[in-house]
């Protein structure tokens, strides 16, 4: 009887022992996260704050999706919540600050941005913060098709301009950027510019001529993202034609164009000839081995 109960309590520690490592096992295999914060202010309206969160899987980054996270403004107090987002399927996620936290904002040069993920059964918790100062971008154009932008940047009380900060001068094309001449990037000198000479002519624009051109600063350590537009007539006028009622190649089947249509036409008739002809020899084979 007493080596039985032995035998039970040692059974127990090793269950015990094991259980434990088991859980153990479980929590050491949670993953980590990497949180990157940007800011963005597009033509200097009210500024948001971009999220991307990513996990490393086999050696390589991988977006995360569904991540719950809160972002906030200076700290993390309940007062300075900017909002809680949720990442999407490219594990991103965005807030623009709100109007509550507008005399926070505008009572500070300098800005902290804070992101917060609490964690859950797959992730460890994790934070990220993102430090920028205010500042702003400002675009002007000449007769002789010259773009200046200009970068300021907010103390004490006034606008200062900023040396040596890299700006992309450039014409917005649908989802992409097309620079303005051979240069892509052009920095800004003692006061706050940077020059560029526009030397896309006859580039598509819209049915007046007009296309826009945008500066903005990327990634900056101390600004964050700007991005200002402005509209110029300086493209070619896009007069679209209206080929419905024409031939194209593109048009529904009662307007192909004649040369298609005979293409297709010989093909069927082609292999159509094939087949009949096809058929007729097999009867006269027929046909020859009933009279033998």
């Known amino acids: 009887m007493k080596l039985l109960y032995k035998k039970f309590i040692l059974s127990a ?19 980590d996260l990497n949180i990157a914060l940007s800011y963005f202010t597009d033509n200097n309206k009210l500024p948001y704050i971009s999220v991307k969160v990513k996990t490393k899987v086999k050696g390589r980054f991988t977006n995360v999706s569904d991540i719950p996270l809160k972002l906030y403004l200076n700290n993390d107090s309940a007062g300075n919540l900017i909002k809680a987002v949720v990442t999407n399927d490219k594990g991103e996620a965005a807030a623009i600050i709100p109007p509550s936290l507008k005399n926070q904002w505008n009572g500070s040069l ?5 992101a917060t993920f609490d964690g859950d059964k797959k992730f460890e918790p994790a934070k990220a913060d993102l430090s920028v100062g205010r500042a ?13 932008a200009t970068v300021f940047e907010l103390k004490d009380t006034s606008w200062v301009p900023v040396k040596g900060v890299d700006v992309i001068i450039a014409i917005k094309r649908l989802d992409a950027y097309l620079n303005v001449n051979e240069t892509a990037t052009f920095t800004t000198d003692s006061t706050g510019q ?23 600063v990327e990634d900056n350590d101390q600004y964050g993202n700007l991005l200002i ?49 096809l058929v007729i020899n097999l009867f006269k084979i027929k046909k020859l081995g009933v009279e033998l």
């Open 194 to 216: 940077a020059s560029a000479d526009f030397k896309r002519n006859n580039i598509p624009g819209d049915a007046s001529g007009n296309i826009v051109i945008v500066a903005k």
């Open 13 to 31: 520690y090793i269950a015990f022992f094991f259980s434990g490592y088991a859980a153990f096992s479980q929590d050491a295999q949670k993953g």
């Open 136 to 148: 702003k971008i400002l675009i002007d154009t000449t007769g002789d098709k010259k773009i200046v």
């Open 110 to 114: 300098k800005h902290s941005f804070l």
């Open 229 to 277: 537009e402005k509209t110029v007539p300086w493209g070619a006028k896009f007069i679209p034609v209206n080929s419905f009622d024409k031939r194209t190649l593109f048009a529904t089947s009662g307007k192909a164009p004649v040369w298609l249509l005979l293409i297709v036409g010989s093909i069927v008739i082609s292999v159509w000839g094939v087949l009949i002809l």
